[in-house]
């Protein structure tokens, strides 16, 4: 299949607002006996008995979580439904207990047409950030906020995540996702915090998005087809990331993702791929990153091949990740080192295609360098700093 186009977006997202925004029976938590009033109450078997009932309808039932805080529990929505236009409205905050350190705190698996919108996700992770910074041996791995798996035909529109303890939402094995006008913040500082994590899935649409955490803004995992992303403002974070790949030896790849529109301010990196220094089957092929601007940012340009954080079992080895036809389009701003454009590839399977055009990157108002190990494309337009490709 081709990359998405805007327009496909658009139309995608207009007829599912429309077929949801049909009239059928709501399940509001409170008359399942969820209770806003009083915030130590467990709503976690009201939303679920909710869904349940929801889930058996023929119709086009809505699940709805009126305005005020409710606590909740691990909740798992399971598919498969007799229905396929299931909305989830939330009007309120779900707030997840102190310390849950679970896997996953909501989640939405096995589910064909579903929309949920608005509302507030309130993951507290502090108390884990905090034990982790303190270096606690015992701390919890930590939950992701929100989970879609398994799944088809899912749009995440208008929602808020804030303060996850590990991923905010995570996207995996699925088809046909819209995520648009989420909005997801963390403390800059908070570890495996990303914004938004999408992987085995394809055909998936990011959107209007503003996202501010302690790791990627995005990040991209093996498996992934048909990706586009645009409009995202990104800040605190670690940027937009494809990877970490190539962990694992057997590893499907990446193929046909586009970045584009986007701001980043003041983040680790900007548009990045990163794969493990080891053996891998894996690669990434297809890729556009067009019309970003950069403003303070440490790494506006990075493909990094020698990931490996743990020191062990990858010092010294070459990436087996396979990486090519990466184009780099529009992209204006500053540096906050003097290396604006660093492609760090693998000796073994050097990058290939790459393209560099209309880049203008300065680090403290004069030129910024580029640097290029094992990669191979060519430059056109002006590209400042000049191309070492």
């Known amino acids: 299949m081709s990359q998405l186009k805007k327009p496909v977006i658009l139309l995608f997202l207009t007829i599912i607002s429309a ?69 989830v409205r939330i009007g309120g905050t779900l ?44 701390c919890p791995a930590g939950a992701t906020s929100l989970k879609i798996m398994n799944s088809k035909d899912v749009v995440l529109s208008g929602l808020t995540s804030v303060n996850s ?36 899935s394809t055909d998936v649409i990011i959107t209007g998005a503003s996202i501010r955490t302690g790791d990627d803004c995005v990040s991209i995992g093996p498996g992934t087809t048909n990706l586009w992303i645009e409009q995202v403002a990104c800040g605190p974070g670690h940027g937009i990331s494809i990877g970490s790949l190539g962990k694992e030896y057997e590893e499907k790849g990446v193929e046909n993702v586009t970045v584009k529109t986007t701001v980043f301010t003041g983040t680790e990196n900007g548009l990045r791929i990163k794969t493990w220094g080891r053996p891998s089957q894996g690669f990434v092929k297809g890729v556009v990153f067009e019309n970003s601007i950069m403003q303070n940012v440490h790494n506006p340009i990075i493909i990094d091949q020698n990931y490996c954080p743990d020191h ?78």
């Not at 925004?21 to 006996?33: C, F, L, Q, R, T």
């Not at 529009?330 to 000796?347: E, K, L």
């Open 165 to 200: 303890e590990r991923f905010h939402v995570v996207i995996h094995g699925c088809e046909h996702v819209t995520v648009h006008g989420v909005r997801i913040s963390a403390a800059g500082n908070s570890p495996n915090t990303d914004g938004i994590h999408v992987q085995m």
């Open 95 to 138: 707030v997840a207990p102190s310390g849950y350190g679970g896997e996953s705190w909501i989640v939405f698996d096995n589910v064909e047409g579903l929309l949920v919108y608005g509302g507030t996700i309130d993951g507290r992770g502090g108390a884990l950030w905090a034990c982790k910074a303190a270096g606690g041996r015992h």
């Open 312 to 389: 062990r079992g990858c010092p010294g080895k070459n990436s087996g990740v396979r990486i090519s036809e990466v184009t780099y389009s529009d992209i204006h701003g500053s540096s906050a080192t003097p290396v604006a454009v660093n492609f760090d590839c693998s000796a073994s399977n050097p990058c290939t295609g790459i393209g560099l055009q209309n880049i203008k990157l300065t680090y403290g108002g004069a030129a910024a360098e580029s640097c290029c190990k094992h990669a191979d494309g060519e430059a056109s337009g002006l590209v400042v700093p000049p191309s070492c490709l």
């Open 19 to 87: 077929t949801h925004a049909s009239p059928g029976e709501v399940h509001d938590i409170v008359d399942y006996g969820a209770r806003p009033d009083r915030p130590r109450f467990d709503s976690s078997d009201s939303l679920i008995r909710a869904w349940a009932a929801a889930c058996e309808s023929t119709g086009s039932p809505t699940v709805s979580v009126p305005a005020g805080d409710f606590l909740v529990h691990r909740a798992t929505f399971a598919g498969p439904c007799k229905s396929s236009k299931i909305t």
